[in-house]
């Protein structure tokens, strides 16, 4: 997709702020008169930022004049990505090693940031080995010893403990050093216990609306330094607030990523970052009608100006191509009326079914995929018009008519079918509905209200039965309060 595209691409754009340049010394044993290149993580994509020429004492510099932008880099020779180190506030610094022994024999100059991440690297692979004999015996599946099981979660969960414990007393000492940042960012939320309510029940709800609230007490949303990690943190983090904490309805996720946006704004490579992860979370979202989240994003940050110091005009015109299309008869809205040609000639107005429900199917005699989903849709029809009260309203999207009465025949399709470009309305159909690709398949109330649209052939029963029990109850409970 073509906004997929664009949307990538936003990603790869970068700021500077203090333009001091950058002059990295290094001395690697087993290199030599070879080129290397300096690369750095940005979400899920990594990128090279310089290239350096390797002497024949395998020394080599990257130098420029702009600072780079603080974040996890690495080394790259022979196609072959080689280690981590960091770039903090210091971009002046040599580091020495061993091609052979990268990590115990780093020798770091003028960097305290990276002494402290090299240092953290060696300690970590002292604990790995203190730990290993109690993971192999975790996670030998034939162990039957029970108490030999319980002793290694003991020993194991000490030296969890020493790492914890090294981990914070490095935050505290070294609070704005980007090695602290990243120990400080993947810190759990320590939720106190809930209190008891002036009845003396317990707040059930209130460890959940704590966790909640502060989920990124220990997460600086506008540290962009945090975007450029080996695995995508920052997004993930996103991700899993806005999914697993708020209920899945546009607006409540809307205000959720207005909140966000407000925290990031004071760094804008990070106000850009966030945007941007929402917007690719929700243009095609697992649960539909959040798209609808991303028509909210692009009305308050783009089409405003909000992000026109880095989105360009033609970034901006595909965001408002896609979201004008997501626009179209949107879940909750009014569906626009259709009159179109049977294939006997006559207008079917789908305004004119008065069933409980109605089905509004768009296909292409030619599509392979209409193929598949159209019998199915048939049986379904067929079964369940009378137990739901239904009917479908189908629009072709050829002109021929002689094709519709084909595939009607063929189909063994007894609904109405109508020819799209044979309409009585002044709008095409497809400025009316977000039906560009085919078969799409959107459901009305009796009100001709979207309740769902893009729903597979296969969900449709599972859907309308859920859909009846909750208006059921939704009226139950109306009921109850009158």
């Given at each position: 997709?073509?906004?997929?595209?664009?949307?990538?691409?936003?990603?790869?754009?970068?700021?500077?702020?203090?333009?001091?340049?950058?002059?990295?010394?290094?001395?690697?044993?087993?290199?030599?008169?070879?080129?290397?290149?300096?690369?750095y993580y940005?979400?899920?994509?990594?990128?090279?930022?310089?290239?350096?020429?390797?002497?024949?004492?395998?020394?080599?510099?990257?130098?420029?004049?702009?600072?780079?932008?603080?974040?996890?880099?690495?080394?790259?020779?022979?196609?072959?990505?080689?280690s981590?180190?960091?770039?903090?506030?210091?971009?002046?610094?040599?580091?020495?090693?061993?091609?052979?022994?990268?990590?115990?024999?780093?020798?770091?100059?003028?960097?305290?940031?990276?002494?402290?991440?090299?240092?953290?690297?060696?300690?970590?692979?002292?604990?790995?080995?203190?730990a290993?004999?109690?993971?192999?015996?975790?996670?030998?599946?034939?162990?039957?010893?029970e108490?030999?099981?319980?002793?290694?979660?003991?020993?194991?969960?000490?030296?969890?403990?020493?790492?914890l414990?090294?981990?914070?007393?490095?935050?505290?000492?070294?609070?704005?050093?980007?090695?602290?940042?990243?120990?400080?960012a993947?810190?759990?939320?320590?939720?106190?216990?809930?209190?008891?309510?002036?009845?003396?029940?317990?707040?059930?709800?209130?460890?959940?609306?704590?966790?909640?609230?502060?989920?990124?007490?220990?997460?600086?949303?506008?540290?962009?330094?945090?975007?450029?990690?080996?695995?995508?943190?920052?997004?993930?983090?996103?991700k899993?607030?806005?999914?697993?904490?708020?209920?899945?309805?546009?607006?409540?996720?809307?205000?959720?990523?207005?909140?966000?946006?407000?925290?990031?704004?004071?760094?804008?490579?990070?106000?850009?970052?966030?945007?941007?992860?929402?917007?690719?979370?929700?243009?095609?979202?697992?649960?539909?009608?959040?798209?609808?989240?991303?028509?909210?994003?692009?009305?308050?940050?783009?089409?405003?100006?909000?992000?026109?110091?880095?989105?360009?005009?033609?970034?901006?015109?595909?965001?408002?191509?896609?979201a004008?299309?997501?626009?179209?008869?949107?879940?909750?809205?009014?569906?626009?009326?259709?009159?179109?040609?049977?294939?006997?000639?006559?207008?079917?107005?789908?305004?004119?079914?008065?069933?409980?429900?109605?089905?509004?199917?768009?296909?292409?005699?030619d599509?392979?995929?209409?193929?598949?989903?159209s019998?199915?849709?048939?049986?379904?029809?067929?079964?369940?018009?009378?137990?739901?009260?239904?009917?479908?309203?189908?629009?072709?999207?050829?002109?021929?008519?002689?094709?519709?009465?084909?595939?009607?025949k063929?189909?063994?399709?007894?609904?109405?079918?109508?020819?799209?470009?044979?309409?009585?309305?002044?709008?095409?159909?497809?400025?009316?509905?977000?039906?560009?690709?085919t078969?799409?398949?959107?459901?009305?109330?009796?009100?001709?209200?979207?309740?769902?649209?893009k729903?597979?052939?296969?969900?449709?029963?599972?859907?309308?039965s859920?859909?009846?029990?909750?208006?059921?109850?939704?009226?139950?409970?109306?009921?109850?309060?009158?």
């Open positions: 997709m073509r906004l997929i595209f664009f949307l990538s691409g936003i990603l790869s754009l970068s700021f500077s702020a203090g333009q001091t340049g950058y002059k990295l010394d290094f001395k690697i044993k087993g290199w030599k008169d070879t080129t290397v290149y300096l690369g940005q979400g899920e994509n990594t990128y090279l930022r310089d290239t350096a020429r390797v002497t024949s004492q395998g020394t080599f510099t990257f130098d420029g004049e702009k600072d780079l932008q603080q974040g996890v880099y690495f080394l790259v020779l022979n196609k072959t990505k080689f981590d180190f960091v770039v903090g506030a210091d971009q002046r610094f040599g580091m020495e090693t061993d091609a052979d022994n990268y990590i115990a024999g780093m020798k770091v100059n003028g960097d305290e940031d990276n002494r402290l991440f090299f240092e953290n690297a060696a300690y970590q692979l002292e604990m790995h080995k203190e290993e004999p109690y993971i192999k015996i975790l996670q030998d599946s034939t162990l039957k010893d108490q030999k099981k319980k002793e290694a979660r003991e020993a194991f969960a000490k030296v969890s403990e020493k790492v414990a090294y981990e914070r007393q490095l935050i505290v000492a070294h609070p704005s050093s980007l090695t602290a940042r990243i120990f400080k993947t810190l759990p939320v320590v939720v106190p216990d809930p209190p008891r309510k002036a009845d003396g029940s317990v707040d059930s709800s209130f460890q959940f609306r704590y966790y909640r609230d502060h989920y990124f007490d220990n997460f600086d949303l506008a540290d962009d330094a945090l975007i450029r990690m080996p695995k995508p943190f920052y997004k993930d983090k996103v899993d607030y806005l999914e697993k904490l708020f209920v899945p309805q546009p607006d409540t996720i809307t205000q959720a990523i207005n909140k966000l946006a407000a925290k990031a704004k004071k760094n804008p490579e990070a106000y850009k970052y966030l945007i941007s992860t929402c917007l690719f979370l929700y243009q095609t979202p697992e649960i539909m009608g959040l798209d609808e989240v991303f028509v909210n994003l692009y009305n308050r940050y783009f089409a405003t100006g909000e992000m026109d110091y880095w989105a360009n005009a033609q970034l901006k015109k595909s965001l408002k191509d896609y004008d299309k997501v626009s179209r008869a949107m879940i909750g809205r009014t569906a626009p009326n259709l009159i179109m040609q049977d294939q006997n000639r006559k207008p079917k107005s789908m305004y004119d079914i008065k069933k409980k429900y109605t089905i509004l199917y768009f296909f292409d005699p599509c392979g995929h209409c193929r598949q989903e019998p199915k849709l048939v049986d379904f029809y067929n079964k369940n018009k009378s137990r739901y009260d239904l009917e479908v309203f189908a629009v072709s999207a050829d002109t021929s008519i002689q094709k519709l009465k084909d595939y009607i063929e189909m063994k399709m007894t609904w109405i079918t109508v020819d799209g470009p044979r309409s009585y309305i002044t709008e095409h159909y497809r400025n009316l509905y977000f039906s560009e690709t078969p799409t398949l959107y459901i009305l109330d009796e009100k001709k209200k979207v309740i769902a649209r729903l597979p052939v296969e969900k449709l029963d599972d859907f309308l859920n859909y009846e029990k909750f208006q059921k109850r939704k009226a139950q409970g109306g009921s109850k309060g009158t």
